[in-house]
């Protein structure tokens, strides 16, 4: 296992336009995180999921956002109706129940224009 | 929210030189948590703290749990090139054990 998949690691879309993300946690981690990080500012906490339950969402996730771990491996971040605002890092991150230390991929960085 | 504090903000140093960092809340923490960030790359985790008091090295670096459990402070030693980067503090509080909340980070500058 080469640890924590994202893809793509770069996307630029108009503003209006809908995008999805995609994560490919460690095999054996059952939870799944997404942050969210802009320039000069720590990663933000979006939502997460343990196995194919998403347990929280942060209200930075707005109603133009939605996450799903269908089969409790690999997850979407899908943003539609793109805004300015939304340009960022987005992070995911896997872990063992319990485990705090989590470990994140390279991020999709997103660009609205 | 709750919030954690880190300083410095930035820091510029010269290669061989100690580096300490540190980051406060003003809510209990269980767990504390130091990353790197690279340019365009995800956070790396350093080193975990679990227990208040508690002091651990990864390497040159060291990191301690605050005995109030509201800090957390990271120190290198003798400073390489590769140590350039963004430091972030993480912890995760007392009443929620579902996610980490990040501080803003410490930029880490060497001079040659």
């Known amino acids: 296992d080469t640890g924590v998949s994202q893809d793509p690691r770069h996307k630029i879309t108009k503003r209006g336009q809908n995008v999805t993300f995609r994560c490919d946690p460690i095999?054996?981690?059952?939870?799944l995180y997404w942050y969210r990080q802009t320039l000069g500012q720590g990663p933000e906490f979006l939502t997460y999921f343990q196995n194919e339950a998403q347990l929280e969402k942060s209200r930075l996730l707005s109603d133009r956002f939605s996450a799903e771990r269908p089969k409790g491996s690999f997850s979407t971040l899908e943003i539609q109706r793109t805004e300015q605002g939304d340009s960022a890092m987005y992070l995911c991150?896997?872990?063992?129940?319990?485990?705090?230390?989590?470990?994140f991929g390279s991020g999709t960085r997103l660009t609205v224009v | 929210g709750q919030q954690l504090n880190q300083s410095p903000q930035s820091m510029f140093i010269q290669e061989g030189e100690d580096v300490s960092m540190n980051c406060t809340s003003s809510?209990?923490?269980?767990?504390w948590l130091w990353y790197k960030q690279d340019p365009g790359e995800g956070p790396v985790l350093l080193i975990a703290l679990y227990k208040a008091g508690e002091l651990t090295s990864n390497g040159r670096l060291t990191a301690q749990f605050g005995i109030t459990r509201k800090d957390s402070f990271l120190n290198i030693s003798a400073s390489i090139p590769s140590d350039v980067g963004i430091y972030f503090c993480a912890g995760l509080s007392m009443n929620r054990d579902d996610k980490i909340i990040f501080g803003k980070g410490t930029r880490l500058h060497i001079l040659p």
């Open positions: 809510s209990i923490f269980n767990t």
């Open positions: 095999s054996e981690h059952n939870r």
């Open positions: 991150a896997s872990s063992v129940q319990g485990v705090y230390g989590y470990t």
